[in-house]
């Protein structure tokens, strides 16, 4: 522990920080670089760390391991560390097959990088904990050595049928279309109302139901859902609330081939590094069953977490369309393979056409004959509902929803000429009145900001309410739905405490024919929730915060009396022989092999082993303290 510790007091910051992460090191009871050395050496975080590494790598580590108590065995005096080429002349023996020292040289910096052991020049050699620990595998059903050395021997795939291939091909288009249309909906529902976040964590059970009905999937598929969609930017946790970004807007304006292929593409980006070589890339090679025993062949320590893992990416892949029945498509493969826009140029063909024109019906209802042009798409939600998205998608329009689209700048006359050019049935009479009617309500309801005024007792008015029909304004004045806005009558209009913008959207969504104004009484078109991006969390650094805290309870430097009492003291726990360097007082400097006993007084009592007497060696007189060979 003594060896490590002063290793790791020596490492830069980046390096025991990213230790820290990959080995997935708790804070908790560590305060120096002793402790953080006994938590990186711990049986319980030494078998975690493992249960990340390749099998190949953890056979680096055993055979080393291996090598190492041979080399003690034979009593050899000052033994070396094994040599790289000795480690991988032992693999290749047991493997029965030729293994390159490179390969030792790539695995054994790995386990270097995580401080399982010491890669000195061509030399490699693991901490004695990390060899004991691996060790005692094949007692608790995990394997040895010789099993993590051998070769799986696996017969080469087979290939694929490509009967099957067309077969998958057209169901993952299926998914890819279906998952494309959901996220859809969920950018479209949270551009106009957002979601809270749970202080846990996750959305409550309401908003998860309200967003798997505007979805049309089942509850328990929206969270994987929301996820894809913000690795692919399109949505984002902001001030605790879960909107559209300004990436997800632009996503929306493009074609169904390419919104999947921004969605896939970020997937593939997320994959885990450490499952990337057991993924199946080649268009009809199995997952399933397949993937899950490849898996715990490479990483025998996985267990439950890994399994987990691989779990939730066959689900996400099945959800895009990356792999259907349980092997990877056409358009997944090119995924995998980073060519994302010959996946684009894959799915499209098998994705159904979008069309521009649309059936419009007596009882105000759109019918489109398949997926809409996104454009025509974004504009006919402004003025429709969407009642259901499937190949053939349907829309409603309404009074509110008319409303919702000249608050965003259009007019009775400007609807009906875009109507008019995508119909491929007219424009049906109770269509036209009603889009008429409700431009000729438009604006009876105003709403605009308060000029501030001093003096007055209670809180300001910041919004006012106005009407030229009196009986609408008293309507509103004693509507329950809008009790929480606390209007009051000032003369001829409402006032409230609130601004302008959620009373103007408050209204709205009681189905009042409201308008925002400002002093001018011009009409001001007012968007419910701006889109933004989503910055990135900036959540605290665990390993961060640990590397500062044990690097702030450091001592002065090298000859510090801190860090040299903390030595010793490690040494006392451990029973450690150290060789202290002593400055003697005509100054000439000796080097003693001492076993520690005890510490007080600015001295410490050690045993010689050379001369086997004790010793009382002043503190002040250390020049510096290593573990003795």
Same mark, same amino acid.
């Given at each position: ?31 120096? $670089? ?6 990186? #050496? ?10 990340? #590494?390749?099998? $190949? ?18 009593? =050899? ?40 052991? %010491? ?30 050395? *051998?070769?799986?021997?696996? /017969? ?8 099957? %291939? ?60 929301? *996820? ?10 902001? @001030? ?11 996503? !929306? ?24 070589? %057991? ?39 099945? !959800? ?18 980073? @060519? ?10 098998? #994705? ?22 996104? *454009? ?48 491929? =049935? ?8 009603? +889009? ?7 604006? &009876? ?7 501030? =005024? ?18 609408? !304004?008293?309507? +509103? ?33 009681? /189905? ?23 910055? &990135? ?11 500062? &805290?044990?690097?702030?309870? @450091?001592?002065?430097? @090298? ?6 009492? &903390? ?39 050690? /045993? ?22």
């Amino acid at each position: 522990m003594l060896t490590l510790a002063t290793r790791l007091r020596a490492s830069e910051d980046h390096a025991l920080r990213r230790a820290v992460r990959v080995r997935d090191l708790g804070g908790s009871g560590i305060r120096d $670089f002793f402790d953080l050395a006994e938590a990186f #050496l711990s049986p319980d975080a030494l078998q975690q760390a493992f249960t990340g #590494l390749e099998r $190949f790598t953890l056979a680096v580590l055993a055979v080393a391991a291996e090598l190492d108590a041979q080399a003690a065995g034979a009593e =050899t005096a000052g033994a070396a560390a094994p040599e790289l080429a000795a480690i991988a002349g032992r693999l290749a023996e047991l493997r029965g097959a030729s293994v390159a020292v490179t390969d030792v040289r790539a695995h054994a910096a790995l386990l270097d990088d995580m401080f399982l052991g %010491v890669l000195d020049g061509d030399r490699f050699s693991p901490y004695a904990a990390a060899a004991q620990r691996l060790a005692a595998w094949p007692t608790e059903v995990l394997p040895g050595t010789r099993e993590l050395a *051998a070769d799986r021997g696996e /017969k080469a795939s087979p290939t694929p049928d490509a009967s099957d %291939v067309e077969v998958a091909d057209r169901l993952a288009a299926e998914r890819a279309f279906a998952v494309v249309s959901s996220i859809t909906e969920l950018v479209t529902g949270l551009a106009r109302e957002p979601v809270r976040e749970l202080s846990r964590g996750g959305l409550g059970l309401p908003d998860t139901r309200r967003l798997a009905e505007i979805m049309a999937v089942e509850p328990e598929s929206v969270a994987p859902l929301v *996820a894809i969609a913000r690795n692919a930017g399109l949505v984002g946790l902001i @001030d605790g609330q879960w909107v559209e970004t300004n990436a997800g807007e632009a996503w !929306l304006r493009e074609g169904s081939a390419a919104r999947w292929a921004t969605v896939a593409a970020a997937w593939n980006t997320a994959l885990p590094e450490n499952l990337r070589p %057991v993924v199946p890339t080649a268009a009809g090679s199995g997952w399933g069953d397949a993937l899950r025993a490849s898996t715990a062949w490479q990483y025998p320590a996985g267990g439950q977490r890994m399994r987990d893992q691989v779990d939730e990416i066959a689900r996400d892949a099945a !959800l895009l369309g990356i792999t259907a029945r349980d092997i990877t498509s056409t358009a997944g493969a090119a995924v995998l393979a980073g @060519d994302h826009g010959a996946a684009a140029l894959t799915i499209s063909a098998f #994705l159904p056409p979008e069309v521009e024109q649309v059936y419009l019906q007596n009882d105000l209802s759109v019918v489109a004959p398949g997926p809409m042009a996104p *454009a025509i798409d974004a504009r006919l939600r402004l003025l429709a509902d969407v009642e259901s998205r499937e190949l053939a998608s349907s829309y409603r329009i309404s009074a509110a929803s008319v409303n919702r689209a000249l608050a965003a700048g259009e007019t009775a006359d400007s609807l009906l000429d875009f109507l008019r050019g995508i119909s491929l =049935t007219g424009i049906p009479q109770p269509l036209e009145y009603q +889009i008429r009617e409700a431009a000729s309500r438009y604006g &009876k309801v105003r709403v605009g900001t308060v000029r501030p =005024t001093r003096g007055g007792d209670g809180p300001p008015a910041q919004s006012y309410v106005r009407s030229g029909d009196a009986v609408l !304004l008293r309507t +509103i004045s004693v509507d329950q739905s809008l009790a929480s806005l606390g209007l009051v009558r000032d003369g001829d209009r409402l006032v409230s405490r609130f601004p302008a913008e959620p009373v103007f959207w408050a209204l709205t969504d009681a /189905k009042y024919p409201v308008a925002a104004e400002n002093a001018d009484g011009e009409v001001l078109r007012l968007r419910r929730h701006q889109p933004g991006s989503a910055p &990135k969390a900036s959540v605290a650094d665990p390993a961060a915060a640990l590397v500062e &805290k044990v690097r702030a309870s @450091d001592g002065d430097g @090298d000859t510090g009396q801190a860090w040299l009492v &903390k030595q010793l003291e490690a040494a006392i726990r451990t029973r450690q022989a150290v060789t202290v360097n002593i400055a003697m007082p005509d100054g000439v400097v000796v080097d003693y092999l001492l076993e520690p006993a005890s510490i007080g007084g600015g001295r410490f009592r050690a /045993k010689d082993r050379r001369a086997d007497i004790e010793r009382t060696v002043p503190l002040s007189s250390v020049i510096s303290i290593t573990v003795a060979p």
